[in-house]
């Protein structure tokens, strides 16, 4: 079994920053792309960023130069770092990873979420 549990959320004032965190544990050969995803209240989910085995990163246009994904490999961990945030940043924010077993499985695996809300 696979889980990812993330951490790092709360409530922050405008253009304040909070760093998210994510580890993924269980039964992983190994670990290849990993992102953040939000879902905002009556919204459709929607990626933030996202960062290959590689290194290779992809954010959403709307946290370009404010956010910043990185991962551990040794550690099976994923960050998101989010800076100067603002009221419309306000979400659920999802830890999502696509990995492969001991077992030979391919999975894609979502946490559970962690609500950021950022408000004065």
């Known amino acids: 079994q696979v889980q990812l549990v993330e951490s790092g959320g709360g409530l922050v004032q405008p253009g304040g920053s909070l760093r998210l965190s994510c580890v993924a544990s269980?039964?992983?050969?190994?670990?290849?792309?990993m992102g953040w995803y939000r879902q905002a209240p009556g919204k459709e989910r929607e990626l933030v960023a996202a960062i290959t085995s590689d290194g290779s990163t992809n954010y959403a246009d709307s946290v370009k130069g404010r956010f910043t994904i990185s991962r551990d490999n040794a550690k099976n961990t994923v960050y998101l770092q989010m800076n100067s945030l603002k009221p419309e940043d306000t979400a659920v924010y999802y830890c999502h990873a696509n990995l492969n077993t001991y077992s030979r499985r391919y999975l894609e695996v979502w946490g559970q979420g962690t609500l950021v809300t950022v408000s004065s």
């Open positions: 269980g039964s992983i050969f190994s670990i290849n792309a």
